[in-house]
């Protein structure tokens, strides 16, 4: 596998810029694929991702049953299967065959790592306080990879209704913050 | 004001991206701006936004005084006022003056629209359940103000130490979701 290890003191970074990710779960065999963009970090380190997960989407499920999960960041390269997961149910099949997505065995939790996602963060659920009221689950990322050989990863941004906007140019600012 | 009402079931489009905010607060006659990126959407109508406002800043008494602030949302035309306001305390020096910011009062709320950003949501605090653990509060948006003129605003997105990813591209895509 091409991914390396990504410092956990880093991973704000990733998640910050606001990107349409993709939870994976497994239990007892069945994994599952949800399209996310309701997430927001929580603390720098250790990471904490806050996210709400519908108790509609068969991933809530799966994400209460293991208390795991791995946030996957996908790029514009696979934006029609970002979009098929999100517009489907794992209650009814297995997604990773649908949208043809590899899974690869993760190194803390049982749920998989998205191969094809540029990013993968592993993740425990830390703190379910929130999730009767709101669905809001607070995860802390134990192990975080990515593809060194992506520079300028061209994250989707959703807009609504099909619409994404796609991560454009970097500019540098002098800053003091993180 | 150049500025129309937006109806609160679209404000989710406008937050989903995961763009940088600045966040305004007035308490007895003094008025402050923090920078953030640490934000979600929870709930689609009434819209809910969760937010870490860190107890270290000046905001953060501001909000818990009143309860209320503004999400105004700016680019990359003002991307040198953005980080000036992240990397200064509003303790010291009133921001809007520092940095040549202009506030608009509001209509729901105390604390004033900054009118240099091309959207602004006026906020009520729903939720301090987990102010004490995580510096999160649950805010509710109860009015939202849009520049009519931007079509396609450059928003700005954090990727840490001062380097900002710029909206880039919109791509459409055939989907079911909101």
Chains 1, 2 share one sequence.
């Not at 989407?57 to 960041?73: G, P, W």
Request: one cysteine or more.
């Amino acid at each position: 596998m091409a991914k390396k290890s990504f410092p956990l003191s880093k991973v704000y970074a990733l998640l910050e810029p606001g990107p349409v990710v993709m939870v994976s779960t497994a239990s007892r065999g069945r994994s599952n694929i949800m399209t996310m963009s309701w997430h927001t970090m929580m603390e720098f380190e250790p990471p904490l991702v806050g996210c709400v997960v519908s108790n509609r989407n068969y991933s809530f499920d799966l994400l209460m049953a293991t208390k795991e999960c791995v946030i996957n960041i996908p790029t514009k390269e696979i934006a029609d299967k970002v979009v098929g997961c999100g517009n489907a149910s794992g209650a009814k099949m297995d997604k990773f065959e649908t949208f043809s997505l590899t899974p690869k065995p993760a190194s803390q939790v049982e749920a998989p790592l998205i191969k094809e996602c540029y990013a993968n963060l592993e993740c425990r659920v830390a703190d379910t306080n929130m999730v009767d009221e709101y669905c809001f689950f607070v995860l802390e990322v134990i192990k975080a990879w990515i593809d060194p050989r992506v520079k300028d990863p061209r994250t989707l941004h959703h807009l609504g209704k099909g619409n994404f906007m796609v991560a454009g140019e970097s500019i540098k600012l002098k800053s003091k913050m993180k």
